[in-house]
């Protein structure tokens, strides 16, 4: 935990000048922000070799989830939890790369489908055995019970977040 003892140090100096501040919930939010960059950063290493990046991989496994590979870009964008802009960016640079299309809707044809393309679908195929590798690293000898639990409860903070 030393990598985050000078965040702690932080909020121990702001609590000095400004008591009221709350130090338990910014230990969990900075916690959970120190979490989002190591996992990310790990990641992004991991995924160099296959040519793409950490969004690029959420995007393509939200679709690899999904019956038929098909999203249109707002259910993608949900699911990934992207701004639109972003995933039009994302979904620009993966169509360059051949590894999603984009088509018409077969509901609405004013619509467009992104479906996962046999080069997409071959990529995660080929990374799939080093995700499940850096996943497994990155939990370590966390026990099952302490991953449940830890699951419970972010979804419970998940939720708090959505009802506000």
Same mark, same amino acid.
């Given at each position: 935990?030393?990598?985050?003892?000078?965040?702690?140090?932080?909020?121990?100096?702001?609590?000095?000048?400004?008591?009221?501040?709350?130090?338990?919930?910014?230990?969990?939010?900075?916690?959970?922000?120190?979490?989002?960059?190591?996992?990310?950063?790990?990641?992004?290493?991991?995924?160099?070799?296959?040519?793409?990046?950490?969004?690029?991989?959420?995007?393509?496994?939200?679709?690899?989830?999904?019956?038929?590979? %098909? &999203?249109?870009?707002?259910? =993608? #964008?949900?699911?990934?939890?992207?701004?639109? *802009?972003?995933?039009?960016? !994302?979904?620009?640079?993966?169509?360059?790369?051949?590894?999603?299309?984009?088509?018409?809707?077969?509901?609405?044809?004013?619509?467009?489908?992104? %479906? &996962?393309?046999?080069?997409? =679908? #071959?990529?995660?195929?080929?990374?799939?055995? *080093?995700?499940?590798?850096? !996943?497994?690293?990155?939990?370590?000898?966390?026990?099952?019970?302490?991953?449940?639990?830890?699951?419970?409860?972010?979804?419970?903070?998940?939720?708090? &977040?959505?009802?506000?």
């Amino acid at each position: 935990m030393s990598s985050f003892l000078p965040t702690e140090q932080r909020l121990a100096v702001t609590r000095q000048r400004h008591p009221a501040f709350p130090r338990e919930p910014a230990v969990l939010i900075r916690l959970i922000r120190h979490i989002f960059k190591r996992v990310h950063d790990d990641a992004n290493a991991m995924l160099k070799p296959y040519g793409i990046n950490h969004p690029e991989y959420n995007l393509l496994m939200m679709l690899y989830g999904t019956e038929g590979y %098909t &999203l249109h870009p707002t259910e =993608l #964008a949900d699911a990934a939890g992207e701004k639109s *802009a972003n995933i039009t960016r !994302l979904t620009n640079e993966l169509a360059e790369k051949g590894l999603i299309a984009r088509q018409a809707s077969d509901e609405d044809r004013r619509k467009i489908a992104l %479906t &996962l393309t046999e080069q997409g =679908l #071959a990529l995660i195929e080929n990374f799939l055995p *080093a995700v499940c590798a850096l !996943l497994e690293r990155q939990i370590g000898d966390m026990q099952p019970r302490d991953m449940a639990q830890l699951e419970k409860l972010l979804k419970k903070f998940l939720a708090q &977040l959505e009802r506000e």
